[in-house]
């Protein structure tokens, strides 16, 4: 059984920064996608950032991001430790919502199957 654990979030001011780190138990990340997404009160989910594995002996490792927040986010991925960050920086008040890691594995493309229980961050002006 497959279980996302998120954690990191918190209140900030404008331009501070945040990481949330998203830890996987069940399943290692070779093929799939982890991702980040967001949602705020009133608005749709949605998905910032994700890293997809082609799986395999070696598998190529894809970061791709959202245009709200390219060259704020950065998302990265640790192997070893099942875990996938998201470093957040020059937050602002706009980014405040409950951050939700999401997984799926063992295939390209699709819905997302496993979801953490969501972290705050608000982000004061």
């Known amino acids: 059984q497959v279980h996302l654990v998120e954690s990191g979030g918190g209140l900030v001011q404008a331009g501070d920064s945040l990481r949330l780190s998203c830890a996987a138990s069940?399943?290692?990340?070779?093929?799939?996608?982890m991702g980040w997404f967001r949602q705020a009160p009133g608005k749709e989910r949605e998905l910032l950032a994700r890293?997809?594995?082609?799986?395999?002996?070696?598998?190529?490792?894809?970061?791709e991001y959202a245009d709200s927040v390219k060259g704020r986010f950065t998302i990265s991925r640790d192997n070893a430790k099942n875990t996938v960050w998201l470093q957040m920086n020059n937050l602002k008040p706009e980014d405040t919502a409950v951050y939700y890691c999401?997984?799926?594995?063992?295939?390209?493309?699709?819905?997302?199957?496993?979801w953490g229980q969501g972290t705050q961050v608000t982000v004061s002006s």
């Open positions: 999401a997984a799926y594995f063992d295939r390209q493309g699709g819905s997302y199957d496993y």
């Open positions: 069940g399943r290692t990340f070779r093929s799939g996608a």
């Open positions: 890293i997809t594995g082609t799986g395999g002996v070696a598998p190529t490792y894809l970061a």
